[in-house]
């Protein structure tokens, strides 16, 4: 399976996402920015980093970048997509995921190591039971979520995955950020768009402390395989 | 070419943390009584005047200057 990995200027998690990729069975394709063609990848990652500066809200330029125009076509032919911190952001502002993320709630840029709990099915969670609690880090400056109605969301099945203590408690002693009902990751209404706050592809190797990022970059692979 | 100014606000019901670290600190140079602090952008642009100004400039905030999910904005013409 060929999974995209798109760099911005600004990206600075493509690299390690790329490594991910290639740790979970897949092949990285190096997509650009400037370029409309996804080069018929099966999915595509938008990785972490400051797209265009984070110039007027982080994402906000991004959204015009030529490879959004074809990931928007690729996504509404039910394209896998997932979005990690400004790839979240990115796919927000540009309308393919509900909410919006804000300033974190004690201003400060947090970075650490996070437990997540998941929530939903989706293609990016796929084999991975609900309620199933991972250690991925989190490093963002703006990741606070925020949407109209949380619940509501929920109820739609939209709510990826909650920030949690280590035995899945949602509570705001474990709120990374401020995030409204705890809220971490985030789906379309089709299932096939995702963001995440957190950074599964920088928890690919044992040396750096957890390996619960591959269950879920791994997860489309299974799928992928189930569907064939 | 017509000067326009825009202010972007987060809308009354999302939190504003800047601004709350603002009202926070006000006190300790002595400024007391101060109560909803918000923070929020204002966007200068010069703009040629083809005659549907303000419906241009609507639909550029709308589109690019402001988050319609969390922000609010209000065009001023010069």
């Given amino acids: ?228 | 070419m017509a000067r326009v100014h825009i202010d972007v606000m987060l809308k009354d019901e999302i939190l504003d943390p800047q601004g709350q670290a603002i009202e926070r600190a006000l006190p300790s140079l002595g400024f007391e009584g101060v109560r909803g602090v918000r923070v929020g952008k204002h966007v200068v642009l010069d703009v040629d005047d083809r005659g549907d100004l303000e419906e241009q400039v609507a639909d550029m905030a709308d589109k690019l200057l402001a988050n319609p999910v969390i922000e609010r904005f209000t065009v001023r013409v010069e």
């Avoid at chain 1, 109209?148 to 002693?173: N, S």
């Fill in chain 1, 1 to 228: 399976m060929r999974i995209g990995v798109v760099t911005f200027p600004g990206s600075c998690d493509d690299r390690d996402a790329r490594y991910a990729v290639s740790l979970i069975g897949a092949e990285p394709v190096a997509l650009w920015h400037g370029e409309a063609d996804l080069q018929a990848v099966e999915a595509v990652l938008l990785p972490g980093g400051f797209s265009y500066g984070d110039y007027l809200r982080c994402g906000a330029i991004a959204r015009f970048s030529p490879v959004l125009g074809a990931l928007v076509d690729f996504a509404g032919r039910g394209g896998p997509v997932l979005g990690i911190c400004n790839g979240f952001q990115v796919l927000c502002e540009a309308g393919l995921l509900p909410g919006a993320l804000t300033r974190n709630a004690g201003l400060r840029f947090v970075h650490r190591r996070q437990h997540i709990r998941v929530e939903a099915a989706s293609m990016w969670t796929a084999g991975v039971e609900a309620g199933a609690v991972f250690d991925i880090p989190v490093k963002h400056g703006e990741g606070r979520y925020v949407h109209p109605d949380p619940d509501e969301l929920a109820a739609a099945g939209q709510v990826l995955a909650r920030y949690c203590g280590p035995d899945g408690t949602v509570d705001a002693t474990h709120n990374p950020n401020g995030s409204m009902a705890g809220i971490a990751g985030v789906t379309n209404a089709a299932g096939n768009v995702a963001g995440l706050m957190p950074h599964p592809e920088h928890a690919v190797d044992a040396l750096l402390g957890s390996t619960d990022g591959r269950r879920i970059l791994g997860a489309v692979l299974a799928r992928a395989r189930s569907a064939a």
